[in-house]
């Protein structure tokens, strides 16, 4: 079998299985009574385990199959879950990580797994009876929920529950074939051989069960469906399947499952069917009762062709995006000239155009959108890990998973969400013994939330460690030779709290491996500025500290103000422009070399575009000039232009490789008459 073309699919399936894992095993260390969380746990290392054995990839069979072991000893009381467990469990994850890696970066790494494979065997061969209180609880199990206990059962990879199983019985299987030959079925006899060289026989019965299924219904087996899974069989196997699809298509479903010696499928009558099975019929299972099987296979014709989602790759939906941003292009051309030409018809295809754009560039951006939980779930392995190696115990609470952003925003977001979460762990909260001095309670919190605010998302790093000083801030701003003491005297409070965000400032006296306020902060506030958001930093000495990002939803199409500058057009996002203004020059003053206007009650500084963009020409000699006011972070910066040409929706594309280092942009748009405008990006441009 070729795997190449399966191996994406393998990759994405497999990330989603290890970050399940993740989230399992988090659970199962804070309540190691957890028995759902140790059943997914294993559940899901059984699956990937079979996708890779599928794939040949042995390193991860190996790893997960060892880990099996160790699961299945837990799971049956025979072993207690200990911190040691629980950390080779995590460095399991770890290594499956890496392996996941190099195989989709196709880079050998040379990963030894067999210090893992060690560690797994010692604990599964370890002798260990099971302890007072894990009898104490298998009773209460046994005694007071035995229902739950069935329930708790890894559920068979063949389908159907155990309870759902009988011997087979030739009275009821002639009453389920008729039943079914009635409702257009046909029965099928599948008889299989799987190779002597076969490792996993459990596995290649279940692609074979896997492959048949998506053409009929599986209605009795042998051996049963538990030793199948298992792998407990010889080299053969039977099953009997219904099904509407021709015998041909059921073949060539199996055609390309390797380690398959053998296969044989026979259409049965009733006579035939004990003649099938032979002297194995006394231990053949039907697997789901008749008096369901009808209902079942009802419900699967009504609801098995309904497939509510699929999977995409992402360059489709980007060049999806692309072309969606042309025809806003074209539509803004479009509205031109309908303002030149007078043409009644013209119009009113234009307006039924408008419409069609807008509702298709609304359906592209929401199938754009990814839950926060995407990257959200990542954090709390992150946090527990950085806990363990500070010394520190802390609990992570997150909210606003269900919150979407546009996969695009959602990646720029990842890395200044961990220089955050990083530096709330190093240097907000304190160890349990400061904390405990300090009449807080032993145990520290970081809360990560998200909440959707019109057309932008909020997102917050609460912790409630030892806060922002703005006294200490401006000391070590002197002490660093950043600023004078009369000059960070001058600073208000909110002003010294900023300070942490300046390239290279940090209260602590050692770097440590974990983070660095000055690398990590200054990071986050220039990856945030990149693409329209704003960092807003708050904290009180002693209570703890909050950063609040506020970023746009989407960075693909978005709402622009445009204005002129000589005879160049320029585009400015509107989430960073907070007003228009005009004056005349004889409002203008100096301070500091610098000019100003006033501004709210406030100094507001100017900045003369057609200078500081170079445009060719003499700059506007009008007295009365116009002035767009933007933020850059906790302050604002009024723009010069020559004229505002007002908001207009805008396509932004990217300026490419080359220009990629270019500061004071962030990208370039398309106008309607074909020119091209550049998009400001005020922070880079004011440095």
């Not at 996708?51 to 799971?75: C, P, S, W, Y």
């Not at 009773?139 to 229902?147: G, K, Q, R």
């Not at 155009?353 to 990814?370: P, S, Y």
Request: charged residues 30%; glycine residues 6%; aromatic residues 4%.
């Amino acid at each position: 079998m070729d795997t190449l073309e399966y191996k994406d699919l393998f990759i994405s399936e497999s990330l989603e299985h290890l970050d399940r894992l993740n989230q399992a095993l988090l659970a199962l260390e804070k309540d190691t009574s957890d028995q759902q969380s140790l059943n997914d746990i294993f559940r899901t290392a059984h699956t990937l385990k079979g996708m890779a054995a599928t794939m040949g990839f042995d390193q991860i069979t190996e790893l997960t199959h060892q880990m099996e072991n160790v699961l299945d000893k837990l799971r049956a009381r025979q072993q207690t879950i200990t911190s040691p467990i629980v950390d080779v469990l995590f460095e399991c994850l770890d290594t499956l990580g890496m392996l996941i890696e190099e195989i989709s970066t196709s880079e050998l790494k040379n990963i030894d797994v067999d210090p893992l494979l060690k560690k797994l065997k010692d604990f599964y061969q370890r002798d260990s009876e099971p302890t007072l209180e894990d009898k104490k609880a298998l009773l209460t199990t046994s005694a007071e929920v035995p229902e739950k206990k069935e329930k708790s059962e890894e559920k068979k990879l063949f389908g159907g529950s155990k309870s759902a199983e009988e011997d087979l019985n030739i009275e009821h299987m002639e009453e389920l074939i008729a039943q079914a030959d009635a409702e257009g079925y046909l029965t099928y006899g599948v008889r299989v051989r799987v190779a002597a060289s076969c490792s996993f026989k459990g596995v290649r019965a279940f692609m074979v069960y896997k492959a048949l299924s998506e053409y009929g219904e599986i209605v009795a087996s042998f051996p049963d469906p538990q030793a199948l899974q298992e792998g407990e069989f010889d080299l053969e196997f039977l099953l009997l399947v219904l099904s509407q699809r021709k015998q041909e298509l059921l073949q060539r479903s199996l055609k390309n499952i390797a380690e398959l010696e053998s296969y044989e499928i026979e259409s049965l009558t009733i006579e035939r069917i004990e003649d099938f099975f032979g002297d194995t019929k006394a231990k053949a299972k039907i697997l789901v009762a008749p008096s369901r099987q009808a209902s079942k296979r009802k419900n699967r014709d009504t609801t098995g062709r309904a497939v509510q989602s699929i999977r995409v790759n992402i360059e489709r939906l980007d060049n999806l995006q692309n072309l969606v941003g042309e025809l806003v292009i074209n539509k803004i051309r479009l509205t031109q000239i309908s303002k030149q030409h007078s043409m009644k018809e013209l119009k009113e295809a234009l307006i039924q155009f408008d419409r069609i754009t807008n509702d298709l560039q609304d359906e592209v951006t929401e199938v754009r959108m990814v839950p926060m939980e995407h990257i959200f779930n990542r954090f709390p392995r992150m946090i527990r890990d950085l806990a363990k190696e500070s010394g520190k115990e802390i609990e992570l609470e997150m909210e606003g998973k269900e919150i979407e952003l546009d996969r695009t925003v959602l990646d720029e977001i990842n890395d200044p969400l961990v220089h955050l979460l990083r530096n709330a762990v190093d240097h907000g909260i304190e160890i349990p013994e400061v904390r405990i001095q300090k009449g807080k309670a032993r145990q520290g919190s970081v809360r990560l939330t998200a909440m959707r605010e019109k057309n932008h998302v909020i997102i917050k790093v609460v912790d409630d460690g030892i806060g922002l000083d703005p006294v200490k801030l401006r000391q070590t701003a002197v002490d660093r030779g950043m600023m004078s003491p009369e000059e960070s005297e001058r600073l208000t409070d909110q002003e010294a709290v900023n300070l942490i965000s300046l390239p290279g400032f940090t209260t602590l006296q050692e770097v440590t491996e974990i983070s660095g306020r000055g690398v990590g902060v200054d990071a986050v506030r220039t990856k945030i500025e990149s693409f329209g958001g704003s960092l807003r930093i708050e904290g009180d000495p002693g209570q703890g500290s909050v950063f609040i990002m506020r970023m746009p939803m989407t960075l693909a199409i978005i709402q622009a103000m445009l204005f002129s500058v000589g005879k160049e057009v320029y585009a400015l996002p509107v989430i960073n422009t907070v007003e228009t203004i005009e004056f005349v020059e004889s409002d203008v003053k100096f301070v500091q070399q610098g000019e100003v206007v006033m501004y709210r009650d406030s100094v507001l500084p100017l900045l003369r575009l057609h200078r500081i963009l170079e445009v060719p020409g003499e700059e506007s000699k009008s007295i009365d000039r116009a002035v767009l006011v933007t933020e850059v972070g906790e302050m604002r910066v009024g723009l010069l232009v020559d004229q505002v040409l007002g908001q207009q929706e805008i396509a932004i594309k990217s300026l490419g490789q080359m220009l990629k280092s270019v500061k004071g942009f962030s990208g370039v748009t398309i106008l309607g008459d074909g020119r091209i405008s550049l998009v400001l990006d005020v922070p880079t441009l004011v440095q």
